[in-house]
C-alpha cells in the first residue's frame, strides 16, 4: 500500500514568488492535514481537509491556504513568500476522526 | 494553550545503554497522546498511542508509558538503527479536531555502536 506521496521533493523560490505543494494521501484516506517543520519552532498545525472541507486552521497569516479534491488529493498555496517561510512542509493523511496521522516525506522550501 | 515539552533535547548513548526520554504536556482532558520517530529528511512514523494514565505499549525495545501530566518512552538495549529524533504530541480536548496534534521539540537520541 502506498504512503502519502508529496511532490515536489525541494523547491527554491525567491521572496515575493507564490508556490503550490502537492500531497496525495493514502488510498482511503479522505482527512488530510498540513504541518510547518523548522529548527525553531519545530512542528506547527496549518490546517486539515476533509471531504474537500477545510475543518481547522492553525495560527498562520491568510498567505497560507489550500484546497482538497474530490480523490482527497490536496494542494497547500504560499503567496508572497517571505525568507520565514523556509521549512519542511509535512502532509498527513487519516482514515477517520482519531485515527493516527501517517506522515508524507515532506516538501523542503526554501527561500532565498 | 496545550502545551509539550520534551527532555532532553539531545541524548547520546552507548549501544545496549538503556535509558528513557519524557514529555511533559499541559492540556485539559487529553483525548490522546502521540509517539512519532523521525528521521533526517523523512516524516514522522507512527510509533504509539496512548490515551489514559497507567496505559503501556510496546514495541520491540520501546515501550510508552501514560500518566496525567507526561509520558516516558523507554529504550531498552537501543542499537544503532534506534537513532533518530522522537516527538510526542497530544490532541486537543473533544471540542478540538483530532487532527490537530501540538508537538514537543523533539529529543534526538544517537546510539553509539
Known amino acids: 500500500k502506498a504512503g502519502v506521496t508529496q511532490t515536489p521533493r525541494y523547491l527554491i523560490k525567491t521572496r515575493g514568488q507564490q508556490v503550490t505543494l502537492s500531497c496525495s494521501p493514502i488510498?482511503?484516506?479522505?482527512?488530510v492535514s498540513w504541518y510547518q517543520q523548522t529548527p525553531g519552532q519545530g512542528l506547527q498545525f496549518l490546517f486539515e481537509?476533509?471531504?474537500?472541507?477545510?475543518?481547522n486552521k492553525g495560527n498562520f497569516p491568510g498567505r497560507f491556504s489550500g484546497r482538497q479534491f474530490s480523490n482527497s488529493r490536496s494542494e497547500m498555496n504560499v503567496s508572497t513568500l517571505e525568507l520565514g517561510d523556509s521549512a519542511l512542509y509535512l502532509c498527513a493523511s487519516s482514515r477517520g476522526e482519531n485515527e493516527k496521522l501517517f506522515f508524507g516525506s515532506g516538501t523542503q522550501l526554501s527561500v532565498l | 494553550e496545550d502545551q509539550v515539552t520534551q527532555s532532553p533535547e539531545a541524548l547520546r548513548l552507548q549501544e545496549g545503554e538503556s535509558s528513557s526520554l519524557n514529555c511533559s504536556y499541559t492540556?485539559?482532558?487529553?483525548?490522546?497522546l502521540f509517539w512519532y520517530r523521525q528521521d533526517p529528511g523523512k516524516g514522522p512514523e507512527f510509533l504509539f498511542t496512548?490515551?489514559?494514565a497507567g496505559e503501556e505499549k510496546e514495541k520491540e525495545r520501546l515501550k510508552a508509558t501514560l500518566t496525567k501530566k507526561e509520558s516516558f518512552l523507554h529504550i531498552t538495549a537501543p542499537k544503532p538503527e534506534d537513532s533518530a529524533t522522537y516527538l510526542c504530541a497530544v490532541q486537543p480536548p473533544v471540542s478540538g479536531s483530532a487532527r490537530q496534534l501540538t508537538f514537543g521539540s523533539g529529543t534526538q537520541l544517537t546510539v553509539l555502536p
Open positions: 492540556v485539559s482532558g487529553l483525548r490522546g
Open positions: 496512548l490515551y489514559s
Open positions: 488510498s482511503g484516506h479522505r482527512s
Open positions: 481537509y476533509f471531504s474537500e472541507t477545510q475543518r
